[in-house]
């Protein structure tokens, strides 16, 4: 196949979700197939680092980003129906570039990553067009109105969430494919009507990578949560567990510490290094040492939808790890078997500290994390998943074209005759 992906950001560095699956998708498609990429360039991006990701694709398109054109997009569109995030990433200069790649590349499939950049394959009919929106906008911006703690922000979410909510499933239909992380996010996109080009297909982690360190030094009560700390969900869950569950469970695990791993922290995580026990490290070279070092590994997750890879990582280097439920929705881990699921806060720290206290215990469930991560979350298993399906989508296009011409030489015959 030759295939275009288009993106909102540069997959690079492995800091984000969406980065981590466009680079690995890239990886995985390079191997057998032509791919080629169009993606913007945030401003806080090097243009250099094209070169991590370039060795995996026949050509790269990078589009700047404009912010201050990008925010004036958004806000000009607040009356209107389209949901903000489309009208956030609305550019004629990408726009440009990917009809310059589906002109001289002539790919089989176009491949968005997101929602929001959907609209810069739909035009495109004669090509199978597949919108990986993994996970339901809808239902994330319906949880983030729900714990935003200020009214500015219960006000923005609430309003993208209306504007999805009317949006999201009418525009999943106008595609090929549609690509969703969990049924979860199916239904919350679908609405409770069919959407028959819908597949779920979850993503993946690199087990290889992230693996156990036998001769890693275990620091006695040490926390681990990680995440892109600038990311409303991930800033909701450190200051959620930090409020309200920390305090339970020095109470009694006195010894207990906490390092908050991940990029770009907002100003109240980085605020709770303020606190004894609490180191918030920003970005790190490599999550492996943090994670090694500790005790228990934690998900405490109250906003957001499709696939939490913080998870995925924790488990694949057979960490014990106290999650939430929407923190497990698109895994499916089996609490008391592999990890440990708990809502609330008494309940998130009565499980932390049993798990503290017993090391024979977090020994079994790390490996059983391990197994299950192995089994089942490789990025290879799922993305032989998505070949599968998009060679199917592309034949069944090519078998549609051939029939339509052939139907067009026959009514064209029958003209001449008459």
């Known amino acids: 196949m030759n295939i275009v992906v288009v993106s909102a950001r540069l997959p690079y560095p492995l800091d984000k979700g969406d980065r981590l699956t466009v680079y690995h998708f890239l990886r995985y498609f390079s191997q057998r197939h032509r791919v080629s990429l169009a993606c913007f360039l945030e401003p806080e991006q090097e ?22 054109r990008a925010c004036g997009s958004a806000l000009a569109g607040v009356a209107g129906r389209i949901p903000l995030q489309l009208r956030y990433y609305a550019d004629p200069a990408m726009r440009a570039a990917v009809e310059r790649l589906v002109r001289e590349e002539e790919p089989d499939l176009l491949y968005a990553q ?48 209306r504007k999805l909510k009317a949006f999201e499933g009418p525009f999943a239909r106008q595609f090929d494919g549609v690509l969703l992380i969990s049924r979860h996010d199916l239904e919350a996109v679908a609405q409770g009507r069919p959407l028959d080009n819908a597949f779920v297909v979850p993503h993946g982690v690199d087990c290889a990578h992230f693996a156990p360190n036998g001769t890693a030094d275990k620091r006695p009560g040490e926390l681990v949560l990680t995440g892109n700390m600038n990311y409303a969900p991930n800033v909701d869950a450190a200051m959620w567990f930090c409020g309200e569950v920390l305090p339970r469970i020095r109470a009694k695990v006195p010894r207990a510490t906490l390092s908050i791993v991940g990029a770009d922290p907002a100003p109240k995580v980085r605020a709770l290094a303020r606190e004894p026990g609490i180191e918030v490290t920003g970005r790190v070279p490599d999550l492996r040492p943090y994670m090694g070092r500790a005790e228990v590994a934690l998900a ?39 990890v440990v699921v708990a809502d609330g806060p008494e309940a998130f720290a009565d499980e932390t500290v049993a798990l503290l206290g017993d090391p024979e215990r977090r020994r079994r469930l790390g490996l059983a994390a391990r197994e299950f991560i192995v089994r089942h979350w490789s990025w290879e298993t799922h993305f032989a998943e998505q070949e599968r399906i998009f060679l199917g989508l592309v034949e069944a296009k090519r078998r549609s074209v051939t029939r339509a011409r052939g139907s067009d030489e026959v009514h064209g015959a029958q003209r001449a005759e008459h």
């Open 47 to 68: 243009a250099r680092w094209v070169e991590q990701v370039a060795p995996f694709c026949r050509r790269v398109e990078l589009v700047p980003l404009r912010r201050w």
């Open 114 to 161: 997101l929602v929001r950049m959907g609209p810069y394959i739909e035009p495109y009919r004669d090509r199978v067009r597949v919108a990986a929106f993994n996970l339901s906008m809808t239902l994330n911006h319906r949880r983030l109105a729900q714990h935003a703690s200020g009214w500015l922000g219960r006000a923005f979410h609430s309003l993208e969430y």
């Open 300 to 338: 405490p997750i109250r906003i957001g939808a499709g696939l939490q890879n913080k998870v995925l990582e924790g488990m694949s280097m057979g960490l014990p790890m106290v999650i939430t439920p929407v923190a497990n929705e698109g895994i499916r881990a089996v609490h008391g078997e592999n």
